[in-house]
């Protein structure tokens, strides 16, 4: 999360790819870095566009999309770049051949876009619904999840070690449901699914709070006595943990649990194994528009490594 979103100038991606080009009919682009900045060119053979690119969104791990401006306003630019391909290409944006330049350089950005994206990539760009580009501190760091933390910090250096954890919001605390709701402010509830019909294709499995909801993990133990959240499995302070076998002893926890006991009364056991359980109970699903493969956070039992009908949505 830290690397969310960084300024255009310091993105690895274009550090690494300091020039890269894409083609369509009637138009050809370029994305360039040196040391004066970041710019994304558009032309199509009579008349050149070009703005700079100000920020990268995304950590690269599967893309980057990048933030132009043009006349003090924002534009997400048609091309992003995706890492299984090492190339830009367009997903999400219309599929259509753009009708002139402006549409070439992208989709412009009004002031609720903007600070919904701010929001999630970076940090203090927006105060009290007010969005400064100028305050924006690149990723998602500490007071982006905690709250402001100046008294935490001050509390802290006097000592004072009890009074500080009351000075900033700690979201384990949340309820289960406020918990999925707060992690899927940034990575999609219910709610942001079910108003965007443009989610609902197999791209929808990377919404992970969405995805948790649905599964039996999450409704049969969506009671007072318990519910799965997202940090039953993750802890946000650290990389993301790519090895399935390190997520066993989170499923066994409830799924070996002694016979008679509250956890085992909640979850059955697995009959088949004890190893590697997220690779039969959570598929790996292909989203085309981002080229990428996802975890489905729909927890359940998916027969002959075939996945149900919840997979996508109609």
């Known amino acids: 999360m830290y690397h969310a979103g960084v ?3 310091e993105s690895q991606v274009l550090k ?3 020039r890269l080009t894409f083609r369509e009919p009637r138009f050809s682009y ?3 870095r040196d040391a004066a900045g970041a710019l994304f060119s558009v032309t199509d053979g009579q008349r050149q566009s070009t703005v700079p690119a100000v920020w990268a969104f995304g950590a690269g791990g599967y893309g980057q999309t990048y933030i132009l401006e043009e006349n003090g306003a924002y534009i997400e630019s048609r091309l992003s770049y995706f890492t299984s391909l090492n190339a830009l290409d367009t997903p999400g944006q219309p599929s259509n051949t753009p009708r002139g330049m ?4 992208g989709r412009n950005m009004d002031v609720e876009t903007v600070k919904n994206c701010f929001r999630c990539h970076t940090t203090e760009a927006v105060t009290s619904n007010v969005f400064e580009s100028d305050k924006a501190i690149p990723g998602v760091t500490c007071e982006a999840c905690h709250g402001p933390g100046a ?3 001050a509390a802290m250096r006097n000592g004072h070690y009890e009074q500080a954890a009351a ?5 384990k605390s949340l309820s289960p449901v406020d918990s999925a709701d707060f992690c899927g402010a940034c990575h999609s509830t219910w709610a942001d699914v079910m108003m965007a019909p443009a989610n609902r294709s197999e791209s929808v499995v990377r ?6 909801e649905l599964s039996r993990c999450w409704r049969d133990a969506g009671s007072a006595r318990a519910s799965i959240t997202c940090i039953a499995c993750h802890n946000p302070h650290l990389p993301l943990v790519r090895d399935l076998r390190a997520y066993d002893t989170k499923c066994l926890a409830c799924h070996s649990a002694v016979r008679g006991s509250a956890a085992h009364i909640s979850a059955m056991t697995c009959k088949v194994g004890t190893s590697n359980c997220a690779s039969c109970h959570m598929p790996k699903v292909v989203a085309p528009e981002v080229h990428a493969t996802f975890t489905d956070h729909d927890i359940r039992v998916v027969r002959g490594n075939k996945s149900d009908d919840r997979t996508v949505l109609q």
Do not use: C, D, G, W
């Not at 402006?102 to 350089?105: D, I, N, W």
């Not at 919404?207 to 948790?212: T, V």
């Open 16 to 18: 690494a790819q300091q």
């Open 30 to 32: 370029s994305l360039t």
């Open 102 to 105: 402006k549409e070439a350089l």
């Open 167 to 171: 000075t900033i919001m700690n979201p």
């Open 207 to 212: 919404f992970q709070p969405y995805r948790l």
């Open 151 to 153: 008294r935490h910090v």
């Open 7 to 9: 300024r255009a100038t």
